[in-house]
């Protein structure tokens, strides 16, 4: 994968060993001497994974500038370099650091951290989550499969998730609210737990950790072959604060993720529904006609129009007649199926589709919606519809578009007769 990487050096470690495993491929990389220069390149520049030296005693001026950076960043991925050997302390940087690496780390381990966290962040849409706040809702779940013990995981990862560990296996209905899965790889069911884990739907994106120690490795990267779905293998082994830095790494990105979607779907029903009737919105419905013009076959069309909806304007001014809208909409569903689409056509006139009907059967729809609407008065305000229909069989050779036209003709021929009525094209 090729990747802009900005690596930060303020600790003026000896960083050539990484550079040169990164110059090796087909990587951009970006150099910054300190903390405020790498504010300013990831302010101004595009930048797809930072690797920031952290220091053995860290100051809080450092950490100051570090959470700056981490803000800034948003959603990019930023790995922790520390020098072999040396104690650090990297509680402080759990919640800001993806990832950590030593600087001996091996080419091949050094780029699938890469690729795997640089993949992840591109799930995601940078404008719309670099400045979302996420709430912490509940505690977080992690379901553990197959560990004997639990020792590998760090206290400050007890503090903040609840640790399931089922008893049995399979359990997957039990475990649909988990925010990361972990797996031992040397269990016999490893893959095929893995693999039913992703293939149900709701875990779809959700992490999927396998573990190993050091008799497993020739496991993972038969794994990694075989593409069973897991999302990131680490060694039990592994330092416990560096290992709780990548838990709570892929628990962060799987919340951002559900957020992303939340808000994408918000969105798409914002774009399509009009927010005063709450039905479709002219622009779906024409988009949605657009697409299908001669697939409908035994279909109606409706055109309905509030009779004297001006006045009631004028008069009552907006607000009510906003509401009075909404009312009318609301017993339109009420006469119509799930399977109906219903959209506001204009100001005060909607359209329904109605596919698998007979004309009779949408006369006799039309006149229950105009006779519901006159005898249920709106804050003892009597209200009117005109219906114009148009019914496409096999035989009529008419497109939607061509109907929509006809029915909306035949209403405005309805309104001309004194309105509050029903007029069916022959």
Known sequence: MVARILIVNECKQEISKIS????????????????????????????DLAIVSIPTNCSKLFFDFFSVLRQLCGVIPIIGMIEKNTHTDLLKFSQGIDDVVDIDIGVNALRRKIEMLITTKNLFNDS???????????????VSFFHDNLDFIHDSIRH?????????????????????????????????????????????????????????????????????????????????????????????????????????????????????????????????????????????????????????????????????????????????RSSDLIARYGGDEFVIIMDNVTKNMASEIANR??????????????????????CIDADSHLGITDAVSIADKFMYIAKQNGGNAVNVCE
């Not at 400045?131 to 977080?140: F, H």
């Not at 040397?186 to 693999?195: E, G, M, V």
Request: charged content about 25%.
């Open 20 to 47: 040169e495993k990164l110059q090796n491929s087909y990587n951009m990389l970006m150099f910054s001497k300190s903390m405020e220069d790498a504010i300013r390149i990831v302010g101004t520049q595009l930048v």
């Open 128 to 142: 719309l989550l670099s400045n979302v706040y996420i709430a912490e809702r509940r505690a977080q779940k992690i």
């Open 160 to 336: 903040r998730a609840e640790i399931i560990q089922p008893k049995s296996w399979p359990t997957i209905d039990d475990v649909s609210d988990a925010d990361l899965f972990l797996i031992n790889s040397a269990h016999s069911q490893a893959c095929s737990c893995c693999s039913a884990l992703r293939l149900k739907r709701i875990n779809r994106y959700k992490p999927i950790v396998l573990t190993y120690d050091e008799g497993c490795k020739a496991k993972i990267k038969l794994y990694s072959s075989m593409n069973i779905g897991y999302t990131d293998a680490l060694s039990r082994a592994t330092d416990p604060q560096a290992l709780a830095c990548r838990l709570n790494s892929l628990m962060k990105y799987k919340k951002l993720y559900e957020n992303f979607t939340e808000k994408l779907k918000k969105s798409i029903y914002m774009s399509a529904v009009d927010s005063t009737t709450e039905v479709y919105n002219r622009s779906f419905f024409e988009d949605y006609i657009g697409s299908k013009d001669r697939q409908f076959v035994r279909s109606a069309v409706l055109i309905i129009d509030v009779d004297k909806f001006k006045l009631v304007n004028d008069v009552h001014g907006h607000a009510f007649a906003d509401l009075m809208l909404k009312y009318v909409s609301s017993t339109i569903k009420k006469f119509v």
């Open 369 to 390: 919606i105009r006779r519901s609407v006159e005898n249920s008065p709106f804050r003892n305000i009597t209200s009117t519809v005109s219906v114009g229909v148009c």
